[in-house]
């Protein structure tokens, strides 16, 4: 330790003077302790720690020791030892250089008062100057000595809790890791499965959509067959209604001839009546009349036999027309159903290609989704590397 070129003539002043000192230690050390306990930190420190009676006494003896001159390693070590304490119990360096003040001002004042003579004073000022420098070196670099133990203690203790709170968190990030890209590996099936779903539904969906247009276009061709067979049977209709009519016109011309058929058998039998009174002359006549009532007889019955037909044939034209009108309702009602049918399908086409662009939609939304979750995947990956990269990085610090 530096003790700033003492000489054994400068520490035999200290020795001379030493009487004088006895006789005025007890003067300093209540000079001194009045000005301590004057501060009510330093006071309590006191007494947490101590009695300010056996502090007085353990200051005259650490006062002597100055005074004996004696500058060894035992002296050292005790004034490292007293820093060691005054640093354990709180004193801070302020304290401790405020109250060496004062205790260095009265040294001085005790020295101008017993020394006469300007040499020898500033010779005993210096020395003791030197050897307060000496005792304050030592103190002060104890603190400092003590300050970097407690940083570096600190220091350790933070870096210890630090890596072993890095390593945790790098054990559980590992773990949380492994979990996402568990999860995210089964979100990546899980969506690779709804993305093929999506295009095998797509793919129906469009098979849908062509079949409901096949479907569409077959109920347009069934609605024009109905349109068709309902303008054939109106035409039906219309072409019985003239046989009905026909019908009618024929029973007229034969009750027509079967009453001219009746005047002719009439009028032959009055002829044959007349043939029969003319006698011989008559008989040509007879013969006339005879075969004339025979064509009447056959007109009647050929009459009669049209009757029936025409009687027969207005019968099956009523069933003909009551069919047709049934083929006519039915064509009618088959109509408003492929109508109703056709708008069915149309709806059913367009919520399918509603449905189909939905799918599509999605179907590019979970491609997108995917490549999403990929990247995630890999960051989570990056991201446990540097984790455990900078696991292995803390344990070397």
Known sequence: ???????????????????????????????????????????????????????????????????????????????????????????EPKWYLSAFQNLQN???????????????????????????????????????????SEKQFQYDRVRKELKQNIAAFVSELSGLTLDINEAVERLMTSSSEMADTFESTSTTTQGSISDARAGEAKIAELEDQMNAIHQSAAGM?????????????????????????????????????????????????????????????????????????????????AEVVESINQVQQLTMKGKRQSEESSKLFSNILMSVQSSADHMMRAEKEMKLLSMTIGSIREATSEAAVSAENFKENTERM
């Not at 101590?50 to 353990?58: F, V």
Request: no cysteine; net charge negative; hydrophobic share 40%.
């Open 1 to 91: 330790m530096e003790t700033k070129a003492l000489t054994e003539g400068d520490l035999q002043l200290l020795r001379d003077l030493r009487p004088q000192m006895e006789e005025r230690l007890e003067e300093i050390t209540e000079a001194f302790y009045q000005s301590v306990v004057g501060v009510d930190k330093l006071k309590k420190i006191i007494v947490e720690h101590s009695t300010i009676e056996r502090l007085k006494q353990t200051l005259k003896d650490h006062l002597l020791e100055i005074w004996y001159g004696d500058i060894n390693e035992a002296y050292v070590a005790k004034r490292l030892r007293i820093a060691e304490v005054h640093k354990r119990v709180g004193l």
């Open 237 to 317: 209709q219309h072409a019985v209604q003239e046989l009905q009519e026909s019908s009618k016109q024929i029973s007229v011309i034969a009750v027509s001839v079967q009453e001219i058929a009746s005047q002719i058998k009439l009028l032959s039998l009055n002829a044959n009546i007349e043939a029969a009174r003319a006698g011989e002359h008559g008989k040509g006549f007879a013969v006339v009349t005879q075969e004339v009532s025979r064509l009447s007889e056959d007109t009647r019955t050929t009459v009669n036999r049209i009757a029936g037909i025409v009687s027969k044939s207005r019968s099956i034209t």
């Open 106 to 148: 009265e040294f001085f004042k005790m020295i101008y008062r017993e020394v006469v003579g300007g040499e020898q004073q500033i010779r005993l000022v210096s020395t003791m100057t030197k050897l307060l420098s000496l005792e304050q070196q030592l103190v002060l670099e104890t603190y400092e000595r003590e300050n970097l």
